[in-house]
């Protein structure tokens, strides 16, 4: 898959794409990302890519002819099909689904706004869509980009040292993630989960699936609410929405008793 993002901090996005998973990605030729800066098609000696935003008010808006011409040579060099997407605070959120969308696709190209935006005729002539990945606001779009680079990354074949990593993680299947272990078996006073060691595979999935609903149900309820719009099964595979539901009533039935939660295991 190609990448562009045009940005007026290309060394920003390059120096970031050097570690871990999306390194790894990288160096094993599954994804190539290229920058493109808007400066170099700026006509006048002092370079200039924004000014002042017609009506009045505070900060700069990006100039669209340098923009333009940016975003057009990037998109040039990636394969027919390639959208354009704007990381904008007005565009629908990205999420685990939006990144499963897009590495499916030969190519995509990152504009990273600055400033107030960028004028609104390169949204309307130059852009296929946008994407939010929050509802905060940032100095630019830079660190938006590297997030769905590096969200693609991990779902691109080859890029990770053992597959299952990508499907047995949050929002894979509509459910955040259950707790981790790892040695030592006792840190601090903790031990780790007696049901972890025992060995009985079948009792380690139903526990990490109740543990993945219990964390859904208390800290992100809506998802839970679609994955039953969407028919999703639920993690590990052979988990059914007849299983879910048994161990959603269970974690009910702990929660109503008369000494709070129990402690699977």
Request: aromatic fraction near 6%; include cysteine.
């Amino acid at each position: 898959m190609r990448i562009e993002v045009v940005t007026l901090f290309p060394e920003m996005i390059r120096q970031a794409l050097g570690y871990g998973v999306l390194g790894r990605a990288l160096e094993r030729g599954l994804l190539s990302v290229g920058t493109e800066d808007p400066r170099s098609y700026a006509t006048d000696v002092h370079r200039t890519v924004d000014d002042r935003p017609y009506g009045g008010g505070p900060g700069m808006v990006l100039k669209p002819e340098p923009l333009t011409a940016a975003i057009a040579a990037a998109h040039a060099r990636c394969p027919a099909g390639s959208p354009r997407v704007y990381l904008s605070a007005q565009g629908p959120r990205f999420d685990q689904a939006k990144a499963q969308e897009l590495v499916r696709l030969p190519g995509l190209v990152l504009v990273a706004g600055r400033y107030e935006g960028i004028d609104e005729r390169v949204i309307e002539t130059s852009i296929d869509a946008e994407l939010s990945i929050g509802d905060f606001v940032l100095s630019g779009g830079e660190l938006p980009a590297l997030m769905v680079i590096d969200a693609i990354a991990r779902l691109t074949e080859g890029a990770l040292n053992d597959a299952r990593s990508s499907v047995e993680e949050s929002f894979a299947e509509g459910l955040l993630d259950w707790p981790h272990y790892t040695r030592p078996e006792v840190f601090l006073g903790l031990r780790v989960p007696e049901v972890l060691v025992g060995g009985d595979h079948a009792r380690i999935r139903r526990w990490r699936l109740k543990q993945a609903l219990g964390k859904t149900w208390r800290v992100r309820p809506d998802l839970l609410l679609a994955a039953d719009r969407l028919g999703i099964e639920g993690r590990l595979d052979t988990a059914t929405r007849a299983e879910r539901a048994e161990l959603l009533n269970e974690l009910l039935q702990e929660k109503q008793g008369p000494q709070g939660p129990a402690n699977e295991d």
